[in-house]
């Protein structure tokens, strides 16, 4: 006859056994790495402002307990505690913060300070998506390594959809050549490097400094006016469109003859978050208005 103890603990293990168990959690990231975590995590520091965006976006905007400077989005992040910025971090205070994980910036965070956490213990997810899909597969990743799954922003999918149908209407159309103006004295682009130039080429246009060998490459004007680009894309200044009298003397280049000018938030087009995804249909309107326009000329 069973006891009264031994049925107390075949209950107690019953229940226990249909409580939800996280086991150990593991992704892959952006540089190959395999990060495991034991169970989700539930206090995280992210260092860039984008990958501030895609933990709220993945449903972990409430596991993040330090942040750097400019993770302004949403508007919640500006309340966490900020640990520095991208490039210098206090490193006593991410160790006071005890978090289970760290959401690092490839190109943006130095490389000797991230080895410096990992050896204090601390396990690190690198970010550093080049494309929409990559965008898309950080934010599923982060979801999966804080256990948030099930509230992964419902835009995601739909943000995705929608440009592979963009990136399909845009295949068979003749690409613009065009010019990304990061900066005019000096003159500095993007090459393809660069994840906004993928954005372009996902609308049909064509950088005229792709194969530039550098990130941000600096360049000439004569090399512009030679090139003779179709369209220049240029950064919004705290959301006023910039002063692009610097082009006036230039008539030459079609798309200053023809004010073939696209202005773009760079919070939004810089990022490589879903404000990103959601932003460059957008973009791809405007650059398909210049498109038909210059038709209309040729006509």
């Not at 966490?80 to 910036?105: C, R, Y």
């Not at 003779?228 to 894309?233: A, D, K, L, S, T």
């Amino acid at each position: 006859m069973m006891t009264r103890n031994l049925r107390g603990l075949i209950v107690g293990f019953l229940v226990l056994s249909a409580l939800p168990c996280r086991a150990e959690v593991r992704v892959v990231d952006d540089i190959g790495r395999e990060v495991v975590l034991e169970k989700p995590a539930i206090s995280i520091i992210s260092l860039s402002p984008h990958t501030t965006e895609n933990l709220f976006s993945a449903g972990a905007g409430d596991r993040v307990v330090g942040v750097v400077n400019r993770s302004d989005y949403p508007p919640e992040a500006e309340q966490i505690t900020m640990v520095g910025t991208h490039v210098q971090f206090n490193i006593e205070l991410i160790v006071s913060l005890k978090p289970d994980l760290i959401v690092a910036w490839q190109s943006g965070n130095p490389e000797k300070v991230l080895h410096q956490l990992e050896e204090l213990g601390f396990p690190i997810y690198i970010s550093q998506p080049t494309d929409f899909h990559g965008i898309a597969r950080n934010i599923r990743n982060l979801a999966i390594l804080a256990g948030t799954e099930n509230n992964l922003d419902p835009d995601l999918e739909t943000s995705i959809q929608n440009l592979e149908i963009i990136q399909a209407n845009h295949q068979s159309k003749a690409h613009l050549r065009t010019f990304y103006q990061v900066w005019t004295e000096p003159l500095i682009t993007l090459s393809g490097k660069h994840i906004v130039s993928r954005s372009l080429g996902l609308c049909g246009a064509a950088n005229i400094f792709a194969d530039m060998p550098m990130l941000a490459p600096r360049i000439s004007i004569e090399s512009i006016v030679e090139i003779n680009p179709e369209v220049i894309v240029t950064d919004l200044v705290d959301g006023r469109l910039p002063d692009m009298s610097y082009w006036d003397t230039w008539n030459s280049i079609q798309a200053v003859r023809h004010k073939n000018y696209i202005f773009v938030d760079p919070d939004v087009m810089f990022r490589p978050t879903l404000r990103m995804l959601k932003g460059i249909p957008k973009f791809c309107d405007d650059l398909e208005t210049i498109r038909i326009q210059d038709s209309q000329r040729q006509s």
